[in-house]
Each structure stands twice: as C-alpha cells, then as structure tokens.
C-alpha cells in the first residue's frame, strides 16, 4: 500500500521537531559537561582555568548553533521506483542508495524523546548489514513512520516481481529453487567476506 504522504522522485525531509530534539540532547550534555568543567574550576580555584572553561563552553555553543540548522536543511531522502536514496551533511557530505530487493529489514524505533516529539526513525537493512547487527540507512524524524514503512514493503514487492527473489548476498536467485539453511548461511559468510574486503582495499 502506497501513501500519499510519501509519493515517488519526490524528496522529503524529516520533520522540523528532530531540531528540537537535536536542542535538548544538546542541553543535557551541556548540563553535564558544563557542570563537570564548572566543578573542576571551583575546585582548581584558577582564574585562568575558569576562564578557558568558559570559553570553551561559548565555542561548543556557537559550533552548535552554526551545525544543527545547516544540518537539518542538508537532509533529504527519496523513494524511486527501485532503490532509496539518501544525504546529508555539512562539512562532509553523505549520500547512500540502497535497492529494493537488497533490503531484508524494515525497523521502527521511537525512543522517549522522539516519542515526546511525536515522531519515530526507520532502520533499513541490507544482507551484508544485518550480520552487522547495525542499519545501512536510518531514515529519521518520519512522523507517518508505518505509513512510510508500509510504502517500502509495497515498493520492495513490485521490485521483486520485476528482479525476482534475492539470495543472502542480494543477488538474484535461480527461479525454482529454494535456499536451504545451509545455503543461506553461506550467503550470508560471503556477504561478510565481501564486506571486509571492501573496507580493506579502502
């Protein structure tokens, strides 16, 4: 099922509450970092040493303040008829794209500030990804996230009815056949392989 909400070649971006969330994770360290600075001052009873904690304290500040709104403007994802695509950054840029019938998990998470904020973040894995136990792509502050979620299943669907069926590393499988445990857990050891082996030649 599609979503009006999320239509394809149409790049979207997160909901301007992530911001909001990005400032009070930012309080809180500031809190406890800030607090920790202030303490060791009162104890060093060093005027320069207050001094340069202070100053310290304004740059942190300043560089936040000149990084979460660039940021922000730098996100975009968009959904096309065979893969997903990403940026985002502001001084390195970052982009990622990821087929359709390479994706294997469709995750939701709302942690309790995103849950205040009323917004949730989708974790997408590939084959050789989730043997990482981490997500190739994380779509954050998605508001309509099962909406969302349900439009990537229905892509991922059409995709396969076009490729067919993928094995563990993302290839395609051989129509009439089935993959035994055995077979996908090999799969899986080379997508492994693979991977280290492209980060090694980087």
């Known amino acids: ?96 794209i990821v087929p359709y019938d390479r994706i294997t998990n469709i995750d939701i998470y709302q942690g309790p500030l995103m849950r205040h904020f009323g917004f949730s973040s989708i974790k997408l894995q590939t084959a050789g990804y989730s043997a990482q136990a981490r997500s190739e792509i994380v779509l954050e502050g998605i508001v309509e996230a099962e909406a969302l979620r349900e439009t990537i299943r229905s892509l991922i669907r059409e995709s396969r009815k076009v490729t067919g069926p993928t094995d563990a590393t993302g290839a395609t499988a051989r129509a009439g056949t089935f993959a035994s445990p055995e077979e996908t857990l090999i799969g899986e050891v080379r997508a492994i392989r693979q991977l280290l082996e492209k980060k090694t030649r980087e």
Not at 80 to 89: F, L, M, N, Q, Y
């Open 1 to 96: 099922m599609k979503s009006a909400h999320f239509p394809l070649f149409s790049p979207f971006k997160p909901d301007k509450k992530l911001v909001s969330m990005f400032h009070v994770l930012f309080v809180i360290l500031m809190i406890i970092f800030g607090g920790m600075l202030l303490l060791a001052s009162f104890f060093s009873e060093s005027g320069m040493f207050i001094a340069a904690c202070a100053i310290l304290l304004l740059i942190l500040i300043a560089l936040y303040l000149f990084w979460v709104g660039r940021y922000y403007q730098t996100i975009f994802f968009e959904l096309k008829d065979d893969e997903v695509t990403w940026k985002r950054g502001v001084w390195f840029r970052m982009t990622g």
